[in-house]
């Protein structure tokens, strides 16, 4: 798993709790604990808000709650929503296609490759929070 997908699951495990519960916990706070740059546990947090999967309260008392149940989230909507590319090869990625996938010559190596993409999103949108975390 790519270093920075680990990053956003670490900051969800420990730091989130359960749908609506409040848990007074400021970036720094979860960026020092998790060993993550604070600068992107704030990307990472306003992602989720500006998405509409995480809620958060400025403050002394604020902090930031899931306003979705876990068995709801898919690991494909967290990576979706913080990178858009989700691709494990790019060449299979939008318009980055393979110059050697022709419509006259199609590359093997291309194919195989977008049918394994293929796998991978399925695996992550079947997987959710609730089963990765154990809650």
């Known amino acids: 798993m790519p270093n920075a997908i680990n990053n956003r699951m670490r900051i969800r495990n420990k730091n ?4 609506g519960q409040w848990r007074p ?15 992107f546990t ?3 947090i306003d992602k989720l808000t500006r998405a509409r999967l ?12 899931i306003l979705r149940p876990l068995d709801e989230i898919s690991l494909y909507d967290i990576i979706n929503i913080i990178d858009q590319n989700r691709h ?3 060449c299979v990625h939008g318009d ?10 199609p590359c093997m190596i291309h194919q195989e490759l977008k049918r394994i993409q ?8 079947r997987k959710t929070l609730k089963e990765v975390l154990g809650e």
């Open 16 to 19: 989130f709790p359960c749908t």
């Open 118 to 125: 293929n796998i991978v999103e399925d695996e992550l949108k």
């Open 42 to 44: 704030y990307k990472i």
């Open 96 to 105: 980055n296609n393979c110059k050697l996938n022709t419509g006259t010559r």
């Open 54 to 65: 995480l809620d958060s309260q400025v403050g002394r008392t604020g902090g930031v709650r």
């Open 25 to 39: 916990a400021r970036n720094q706070k979860i960026a020092i604990e998790e060993n993550i740059p604070v600068d």
């Open 88 to 90: 494990v090869f790019r």
